[in-house]
């Protein structure tokens, strides 16, 4: 049987007027519906890039998809047409970035903007979109979603737009969730708070996580399994517990001796 989401041998390239860059080289994993799996690996080893595959989404060019597969219950992500593409995005696939700021349109409430999705995504009516909107705050943790719905981002704390995105790719409820480094420019006690949201959720909804992150304190406290890259291939995967407690690659020691604490293992 095929996994929910399948990464099977996949190569990124950016070809560039000084040369080509690979991305992803032979990449492969797999997760399950309910699973969070980890993408670790230094800045520049291809986890955004890898990310940002399973919805097509790197820019072409100068992005080339040079060889293997994404399978989203498979089927081949990379060979759809663009009508097939926009489908998943926000339905079956939905992404967390790190900075909300870049994300949110400044000009534009967030319950609109929140409810916007489910209009472009799955038609709703307008009354219906804006009734979900307020429900996809709240279940989002944002305290009073009714006034915050009407509110703009830059009257909002930093923990609360986060909150905001997370119900923005939420509420089509996807079976899968891309998150980049969700919590990466929140302080940490915002950062706790955010990621027991996203396993609350998750557990709620059963829905897959890729979880992209430099940070293995955050591995060690979400994730189950967890896939190594380095200069865009896996040099290492499995489950967190025996590759924290026992890595078997140079590469993870040394990634793992870089982590202050890790409160798990
Ligand atoms: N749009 C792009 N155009 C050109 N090169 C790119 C582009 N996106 C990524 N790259 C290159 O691909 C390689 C992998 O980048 P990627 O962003 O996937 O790494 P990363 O592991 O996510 O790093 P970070 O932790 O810094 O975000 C890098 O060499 C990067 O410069």
């Given at each position: 049987m095929s996994?929910?989401?399948?990464?099977?041998?996949?190569?990124?390239?950016?070809?560039?007027?000084?040369?080509?860059?690979?991305?992803?080289d032979g990449v492969s994993f797999a997760v399950e519906a309910g699973e969070t799996?980890?993408?670790?690996?230094?800045?520049g080893s291809g986890k955004t890039a890898t990310a940002l595959s399973v919805l097509r989404l790197n820019p072409e060019p100068p992005c080339v998809y040079a060889g293997g597969e994404v399978r989203l219950d498979g089927r081949d992500v990379l060979r759809l047409p663009e009508k097939e593409l926009r489908r998943i995005r926000g339905n079956d696939v939905a992404m967390v970035f790190q900075d909300p700021m870049t994300s949110l349109n400044p000009v534009k409430r967030v319950g609109a903007q929140v409810a916007e999705v489910l209009r472009r995504h799955q038609g709703a009516t307008r009354a219906r979109a804006r009734a979900a909107a307020v429900e996809a705050l709240r279940e989002a943790g944002i305290p009073d979603p009714e006034r915050r719905a009407g509110q703009y981002p830059h009257q909002l704390s930093g923990g609360l737009r986060q909150r905001v995105m997370i119900a923005m790719a939420l509420v089509g409820r996807p079976r899968v969730l891309i998150a980049d480094e969700p919590t990466t420019a929140l302080d940490v006690t915002v950062q706790a708070r955010i990621l027991d949201l996203l396993v609350g959720l998750q557990?709620?909804?059963g829905m897959a996580i890729v979880l992209i992150t430099h940070d293995l304190g955050v591995v060690a406290e979400v994730a189950d399994?967890?896939?190594?890259?380095?200069s865009g291939q896996v040099v290492e995967t499995g489950d967190v517990v025996p590759v924290f407690e026992q890595p078997q690659e140079d590469y993870?020691?040394?990634?793992?001796?870089a982590t202050p604490k890790l409160e798990r293992v």
């Open positions: 996994a929910l989401l399948e990464i099977d041998d996949l190569r990124i390239e950016f070809r560039l007027a000084t040369g080509t860059v690979v991305a992803a799996l980890a993408v670790v690996g230094e800045s557990r709620k909804h399994r967890v896939v190594v890259l380095r993870t020691r040394e990634l793992l001796r």
